[in-house]
């Protein structure tokens, strides 16, 4: 079946604008999360979504950083007056089964590129 | 100290070699165990996951995890040279409540060349 679509693939902005990253789950998929892959940084953990509510927000680096989830499927991850240092591969991953012990399975759309001059 | 360590390598093993890729992590409430693949330029892949001490194995791949040492690893057996990749090691721990939230915290990857 279709796996996690995100779009756009990639994104040039300038410093000071806002950009919007989308990320279409695997159909059926509860759970949602976004994260960040930087050069030299690894892969960061940004934020989580169960259904439309986000209990997990701990990973989103400032306040520029926002993300929604609308009718339990797509999600928008925001990022107001972008920065140099936002410049990374956005990646959004998404599980099925969410078990109470951390049973979960997460797969991982294509990302977003995103360079900020 | 970080959460999730894998050495960076490169990690360089001949063709048909087995190759070892090896992880630690430091919060023992940790449950769920992922190794994901991950080529240049793209997303990471789910390669195993495991939940249980001891070998879990699919095809050329063997996940091992000891929760007492809080180690895990990945063997690749008879390489090849399409399973050169940075890996990356993720684990996933328990939150308050007994419930996951799922978040993977992932080590910075190891680099594996399969040289032919």
């Known amino acids: 079946g279709a796996g996690v679509s995100q779009s756009p693939s990639n994104k040039v902005t300038e410093k000071g604008k806002d950009v919007e990253l989308r990320c279409d789950p695997i159909s059926g998929h509860t759970a949602l999360y976004w994260y960040r892959q930087s050069l030299g940084q690894g892969l960061e953990f940004l934020i989580y979504?169960?259904?439309?509510?986000?209990?997990?927000k701990s990973g989103l680096p400032s306040d520029r950083f926002s993300a929604e989830r609308t009718g339990g499927s797509v999600s928008t991850l925001t990022i107001q007056r972008t920065q140099q240092e936002d410049s990374a591969v956005y990646l959004c991953?998404?599980?099925?089964?969410?078990?109470?012990?951390?049973?979960?399975?997460?797969?991982f759309g294509p990302g977003t590129r995103l360079t900020v001059l | 100290q970080k959460e999730v360590e894998q050495n960076s390598g490169p990690l360089s093993v001949p063709e048909g070699a087995i190759a070892s890729l090896n992880c630690t992590y430091s919060d023992r409430v940790s449950q769920s165990f992922f190794w994901y693949r991950q080529y240049s330029g793209k997303s990471p892949e789910l390669i195993m996951s495991i939940y249980s001490n001891g070998d879990k194995e699919d095809g050329r791949f063997t996940a091992q995890l000891n929760k007492a040492s809080q180690y895990v690893s990945l063997l690749i057996r008879d390489s090849q040279p399409s399973d050169s990749a940075t890996y990356l090691c993720a684990v996933n721990s328990l939150r308050a409540g007994g419930t996951s939230y799922g978040k993977l915290t992932f080590g910075q990857g190891t680099i594996l060349t399969v040289h032919p």
């Open positions: 991953a998404s599980s099925f089964i969410f078990l109470a012990g951390g049973w979960d399975t997460q797969y």
């Open positions: 979504f169960q259904g439309n509510s986000a209990p997990d």
